[in-house]
């Protein structure tokens, strides 16, 4: 019975010392990841990952509303807010020739074949419409602009208060059911405003 408990011992020794080298490790690649990061780009780097953080998150919001989160909350504004967040190299991708036929086959559809255009399309099918046909004031001269940056910190404000206020305050919001997923979501989404007001204002 000793030599059980002294081998069970032993192992549990080893792999608390595994997991301890694998976690100094992580912890010396994300010093390198950080360091090599303010090397090579900055604060124009950490705009620029950020912007691809806080799109993700919209989209995902959006995924989640139009599949299983299904609230009274007005999710809609996260199409401006995708709009004015979008990475420079997916904006204008979707505003070219791309966009352009995407949008005429989602109008097409939507007109002529209602009945199998889903109710999913409908949010996706506004937001490349929007890319496609807004004018170049919006497109170039408020997104690159502290005014779009400001848009984008309101719709994320506004959405987090209403989470908090739909799921019956701050700490269920992280307790209920999607509760984390879709907190931790709307959160990023004030991420990106945030640090590129800072480093405008910097």
């Known amino acids: 019975m000793g030599r059980i408990d002294y081998l069970t011992m032993k192992t549990d020794e080893e792999t608390a010392a595994l997991l301890d080298s694998d976690f100094n490790e992580l912890k010396v690649a994300a010093k ?10 900055g604060v124009a780097f ?11 998150a919209a989209i ?3 995924i989640l509303d139009r599949t299983n989160w299904r609230t009274n909350m007005l999710t809609a504004l996260l199409i401006p807010y995708i709009f004015f967040s979008f990475p420079a ?16 086959i989602a109008v097409v559809l ?20 929007l890319l496609v ?6 497109a170039h001269t408020l997104r690159d602009h502290w005014v779009g940056v400001a848009i984008c910190l309101v719709i994320g404000c ?6 908090i206020r739909a799921s019956g305050g701050f ?26 007001l800072i480093t405008r204002v910097l």
């Open 171 to 196: 700490r269920n919001s992280f307790t209920r059911s999607h509760g984390i997923s879709n907190t931790v979501g709307i959160i990023l989404l004030l991420v990106f405003p945030i640090w590129a």
């Open 158 to 163: 506004y959405l987090l208060q209403e989470h």
């Open 133 to 138: 046909v807004s004018p170049s004031f919006f």
């Open 89 to 104: 190299v997916l904006f204008n991708f979707f505003r070219g020739e791309v966009g352009k036929w995407i949008a005429l």
């Open 60 to 62: 995902y919001l959006l």
């Open 110 to 129: 939507r007109l002529f074949l209602p009945r199998h255009f889903p109710d999913w399309l409908e949010m996706p099918g506004s937001l490349i419409l």
């Open 46 to 56: 950490g705009t620029s990952f950020l912007r691809w953080v806080a799109s993700v």
């Open 32 to 41: 390198g990841l950080i360091n090599h990061a303010t090397t090579l780009g």
